[in-house]
């Protein structure tokens, strides 16, 4: 578990297939290593890995076929950067919102617009995560959490203050840029708690029901 409060920025040394796996190994900056231990958590952009070999301020993980295939690892080589992030601690302080390591989806930049001292970046999610997405709502951005301050769609608007473009790699963002998305865990939670019995059910081809307005309304959420 996580909050999206970034402690370092690493940069990846190498990224050494395995079979349609990767040994991937990162080098810390200023993060402290000194209470990690082998089979520790670390998030590299949002994904929750597992430390599975340690080198003073260097560390490596596996990232396996099918978080390649729903991350934005795919597009990393040696030299990118990667906001990094401890477990949480149980004693610890939760200063952004709760996350759990797990992307949703791959996100893009849309657009880069500095307002005063601040930047607003305008994102567009999958189509699939657009319901999750809610005004003054939280998101996780390459393991950081943000507030959803605008949506449109599956577009929504993030305003980041000077000391999260410094202290995070969406400072070095570009338009293009594809980035990794986590929606807020509650809602994903409350989707499911909402279809009540019905989540037993499967749908066609073997995909769950989604909640539509006639399904809210058949069942008491809709007058």
Not at 7 to 32: A, F, H, M, V, Y
Request: glycine share 12%.
């Amino acid at each position: 578990m996580f909050t999206g409060i970034i402690e370092d920025i690493g940069t990846i040394q190498s990224l050494q297939p395995s079979g349609e796996d990767i040994r991937l190994t990162i080098k810390t900056n200023k993060l402290d290593m000194s209470d990690v231990g082998l089979g520790d958590s670390i998030a590299n952009n949002g994904v929750c890995l597992t430390v599975t070999a340690l080198g003073g301020s260097t560390f490596s993980a596996d990232v396996s076929h099918e978080t390649i295939k729903r991350t934005g690892f795919a597009q990393y080589q040696a030299g990118s950067k990667v906001n990094l992030e401890k477990a949480l601690q149980a004693n610890g302080r939760l200063g952004g919102h709760i996350v759990s390591g797990h992307v949703d989806g791959v996100g893009e930049v849309l657009s880069i617009n500095q307002v005063g001292r601040y930047v607003e970046i305008w994102l567009k999610a999958p189509t699939e995560l657009a319901k999750y997405l809610a005004e003054k709502g939280s998101i996780t951005v390459d393991g950081v959490s943000l507030t959803v301050n605008k949506v449109d769609g599956n577009h929504f608007l993030i305003t980041l203050i000077p000391h999260s473009l410094q202290e995070t790699i969406i400072g070095l963002y570009q338009v293009g840029t594809k980035v990794n998305l986590e929606v807020d865990v509650i809602a994903r939670y409350l989707e499911r708690l909402i279809l009540g019995d019905k989540a037993a059910e499967r749908g066609v081809d073997g995909q769950k029901k989604d909640i539509s307005m006639a399904f809210l309304a058949e069942n008491g959420f809709l007058r």
